[in-house]
C-alpha cells in the first residue's frame, strides 16, 4: 500500500529596523511604553513544519549554535499554544533556516514565531484569521504581530499596537552584523541607569518621519531616522560608535543602531550606493559580517504548502 507523506508548509518571514524608536516610561508591568515606526526587511528566516511524532526544533544557518530549540524558543511555544487551541498534541517538526541575526535587534526570533502561527494554520487547517492570528502573536512577544504585518508600521504600547504606514519607493539598506548579540531587557535596564544619571535626549513623535516616507526620498528620510535606545546600546557596546561611523564615512545617508541592536542599519541612496557601502564595510573591519536588504517587504507568508 502506498503512504502519502504530506509536504512540509514553509513560510518566509521578515527582520525589521526601527526607523523611529521612542521609548517612553517604564510601566507598571516592567515594559516602557514605545513609539515605534518598524521597516521589514528582506533579510528573512524560512519556518519549514512538517507533521510528526513528536514536538521537535531544529536550527541551521546564521547564528544557529546560540537558538534553543527546547521550550523557551518562541516556535515551540506558537505550537503548543495552537495546538491547545486546536485540542490537539503539537506534533510538528519545526526547523527554522535563520538568515536573521541572533540577538541582533532585528527580531529573528519573534520572525520566526509569526512564521509558525502562519504555518501551523495552514498545516493544520484552523481557518484563523489574519486578526485572531494576531491576537496570538501580542501573547507571544511584542514584536511578533509586526512579523506577522510586515510592510512600514507605527507601533504603540509594547510595539505591539500597529497601524500601517504609507511608504512610497524601495528603500535600501546596509545591515552590519556585529560581533556577539545584546540582550534586550539588559539595553532597556541600562537606558534606565542613563537617564537616573542624566537626562539623554528623547525623540519626539514621528510626524515629519512619517511624511518622509510617504514622500519616499531617501534624503529626507535619512536625518530623520533615531532610537533612544542607541545610547544605551553604544553605553553597552562603544566599538558600535566606530561602526557607525564607518558606514557614514563609505557612503550611506545615516546609520542607525537596529532596536536594542548590535546590527547597525545604513540608509543608503539606491542599490548601487548600498553595494559599495557594503563592500567598504567589509574591507573595513568594523563588524563580523555585512548584508544589503530592501523595505519594505511583506509580512509573514506561506512560500510553499502542501
Ligand atoms: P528583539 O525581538 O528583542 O529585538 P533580537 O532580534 O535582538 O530580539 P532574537 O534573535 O529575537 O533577538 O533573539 C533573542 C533571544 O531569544 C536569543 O538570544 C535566543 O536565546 C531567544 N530565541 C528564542 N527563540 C528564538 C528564535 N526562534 N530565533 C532566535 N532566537 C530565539
Not at 2 to 23: D, F, M, Q, W
Request: proline letters at 7%; a negative charge; one cysteine or more.
Amino acid at each position: 500500500m502506498l503512504s502519502v507523506v504530506p509536504s512540509p508548509v514553509v513560510v518566509r518571514a521578515p527582520s525589521k529596523v526601527n526607523l523611529h524608536l521612542g521609548v517612553g516610561e517604564l510601566r507598571a508591568d516592567g515594559y516602557h511604553e514605545l513609539t515605534t515606526v518598524f521597516q521589514a526587511l528582506s533579510l528573512t528566516d524560512e519556518v519549514e513544519l512538517s507533521p510528526s511524532s513528536s514536538l521537535t526544533v531544529k536550527v541551521s544557518g546564521e547564528g544557529a549554535d546560540e537558538v534553543p530549540t527546547g521550550r523557551t524558543n518562541l516556535v515551540w511555544q506558537a505550537a503548543v499554544r495552537l495546538g491547545h487551541l486546536a485540542g490537539r498534541a503539537p506534533l510538528v517538526e519545526i526547523t527554522l533556516r535563520k538568515g536573521i541575526p541572533v540577538a541582533g535587534g532585528m527580531a529573528g526570533g519573534s520572525a520566526d514565531a509569526a512564521a509558525a502561527l502562519i504555518g501551523l494554520n495552514e498545516l493544520w487547517d484552523l481557518g484563523l484569521t489574519r486578526d485572531e492570528l494576531a491576537t496570538h502573536a501580542a501573547e507571544l512577544g511584542s514584536d511578533v504581530p509586526f512579523a506577522l504585518h510586515g510592510g512600514t508600521a507605527l507601533g504603540r504600547g509594547r510595539g505591539e499596537k500597529l497601524l500601517p504606514v504609507l511608504s512610497r519607493n524601495t528603500f535600501h539598506w546596509v545591515l552590519a552584523l556585529a560581533k556577539g548579540g545584546l540582550s534586550t531587557p539588559a539595553v532597556f535596564k541600562e537606558l534606565d541607569r542613563l537617564r537616573e544619571a542624566g537626562s539623554p535626549p528623547r525623540l519626539g513623535e514621528p510626524q515629519d518621519l512619517l511624511q518622509a516616507l510617504a514622500s519616499g526620498d531617501p534624503h529626507l528620510l535619512a536625518p530623520l531616522l533615531g532610537n533612544d535606545l542607541q545610547a544605551a546600546a553604544l553605553s553597552l557596546k562603544p566599538e558600535l560608535r566606530r561602526t557607525l561611523r564607518a558606514g557614514v564615512e563609505a557612503g550611506a545617508l545615516a546609520g542607525i543602531v537596529s532596536g536594542s541592536g548590535p546590527t547597525c542599519a545604513f540608509l543608503c541612496t539606491d542599490a548601487d550606493t548600498a553595494l559599495a557601502v557594503s563592500a567598504e564595510l567589509s574591507g573595513a573591519g568594523v563588524c563580523r559580517l555585512v548584508r544589503t536588504a530592501t523595505g519594505p517587504v511583506p509580512g509573514a507568508r506561506v512560500i510553499s504548502g502542501p
